[in-house]
């Protein structure tokens, strides 16, 4: 304990000199600093990743979640022209006036395309520092969302099919897997806060209603070194914080659910809240066959104090997320289900000196059940509470360059209640702490070059096997040419809590968390990425990429698992690797996009190696987007994947189901039949192709502005099979071609 508080201490010192410590010749006489934060002209909402520009000097700053930024060393004394950009927005040229040892501070607003109505709107564009190192990472907005076909509504999580290195394992879930890693190593996080089982009904969609969402980042590998606890991807996902200047509100329905957001200023700032309700579970009769009576809900809140002129102002913020998901057959012969999120947490952000300050403190919990009645099902029962400190500091330097550091304290109780594959009931309760954090230095200053070198240190695990660990890595982006970038990194990570999946299961309903039991060390993964860029023209953009992930300690589910004794987990190694690229062509009033995956994945257990079921090799996605003007809008996209890995049964036999011994005498009729299989994985499905089609059309009528949205999903109705049901050997297959329309009105 005592070393792990002298170097929280040190680190604390040493940050706050880093904060105060001035940045490079900013004070000199002839220098000034343009710090501010960009926002919505109509609701006040901070803009995330906006660009700043000014382009007497050729520099410029994004924005940050918050919408801040900062340009510091700008010779003083002069009135500069300073451009303004981002997706969605029209972009702008703002004045402003540097003054000599002063920090000149600014509030810019952007209007959004979507106000400007003309006949046909731009897209928007993309804008973004030629040195960012930004390998592995996707920014994916609301105004993108909207325009691609959507499942029976717009869903977060299945927008990111259309990344490359992104599968999934069927229709029927929105769950994902990213680069070969299993599910359970996605970190999906809410304004910084952990959400632990991401899903409703069935993994048919997130729980994140996108409503509430102003920006998503999404790394599918090399993630920079403040993110931590997860070995395949981050899905950060900041919310919004409400129309802070009039009342607005929405409401929508589809056939999956039904929603409302209201939002609006208070004499200190604004606050926001939305819900969500499912209306219906017919719609799990297009996607599983028949219908399973899911009910669920999400709702989220959150109350700001924000000054919309005052930069300097400190800023504070409490949200709430909670999510339930209940599944109840009224049969005492099938087993019922139920799960939930909830989440509560206080955010304080300032932009202090030239540096940003970020404090937050969380509370997030998940509680899962599975309720066997009398049927064949195993009793399962799960909680988690996370309650977490952070701490983020970051000083940007007249010469672009940027030191970041962090510090996070958890505190995690864990109860486990399951039945191992062969009946053995394994239970766990562990109350764990982490301590940790993270330092890491930006080159910038050079135009063609930029590096993100730095590394996470864990001084007290929640796996003690863990010990005192350093996680390394970097970032780095070169342009020989202002056409070309090259791009490379390598990551080492570590992740201290798994779940008890079966890979088996077709559709999994949740999936219990528990900390990789002390008999097990932490999980430990190896990233090694390359790529390069290719801007061709202003609207055609190529890119490339190349990977290598080594994992190891790995926990997988003991299948053979006979005594008490035994471990619930072995531990394995799995290695992925591949290759992507994309394609780009955006014009005026349309988007044209390509991407394509080539991967392997397998995974090694007791020296036994088999395939992850979501190991695919070839997957294709093409994507059109068109903009007809008048507020029409349609979209076509088409997906491919070739076959998944699946375990074959050669054969069938007879067993008796006997439910007690005064049933012994039952005649033969009552046996049931089991398949014989081979080993594991070793059969392919046939290749998956599938079409989407969406039209979209926004219409003002009265006091409201209207949003209708048609979408037919398999177009061409192609039979892609999901399944082989193991007791009689009958094909199951996945969607079929499904119409479906969703209404949307904003007030």
Known sequence: MKIVYSTTLAFLWGMFFLLVLPGGAVHAQSLGNLNGIVRDSVSGEAIAF???YIPDLKRGATT???GFFVINGIPAGKEYSVRVACVGYITRMHKAKITANADTKVVFRLVSTVIMMPKIEKIGEKQQEKNSTDLGLQR???????MLPKGVEMDVFRSLRTIPGVQSTGDASAKYYVRGGASNQNLVLLDGVTIYNPFHALGMASVIDPELINSIEFYKSGFPTEYSSRLSSILNIVSKKGNANNFSGK?????LSTKGLLEGPLPFGSFIMTGRKSTSSQISNKFFGKNIPFDFYDYFFRVNYDNQNDVDIPRFSISGFFSNDKLINNDPYIADFNWANNMINFTYHQLFMGSFIEVGVSSSNTTGEVKPNLSSAKPKSNSLNDLSIKVDMTRIYSNKNEIRGGLLFQTIKNDLYFTMPKGIVSTNTVNAGFTGGYLK????????????LGSRFNLAGLNTN????????????YRPHPLVGLKAAYGEYQQEMTTTADENEVVSLFEPWVIIPEYMKPSRAKHYTGGVELNATEELTLTGEIYLINQENVPSLNFNKLLASDPDFLPATQESYGLEGSVKYQAETYLVSVGYSLSYAYKVVEGWRSYPRYDSRNNLNISIEKNFGDGWTASVMWLYNSGSPFTQMVGFYDKMDVQNLFQLWVPYEAASSYGYFIDRNLGRLPDYHRMDVN???KFDFGFARFLIDFNILNVYNRKNLFYFERQTGKRVNMLPILPTVSLKAEF
């Open 50 to 52: 906006a660009t700043v």
């Open 140 to 146: 994916v907005s609301i105004k993108e969302m909207e």
């Open 251 to 255: 409401a929508a329905a589809s056939f």
């Open 466 to 477: 863990g010990g005192m660990t350093l996680e390394p890595r970097i970032s780095v982006t």
């Open 64 to 66: 940050n979640d918050h």
């Open 695 to 697: 039209v979209s059309k």
């Open 441 to 452: 230095f930006k080159l910038m200053q050079f135009e063609d070059l930029g590096i993100d």
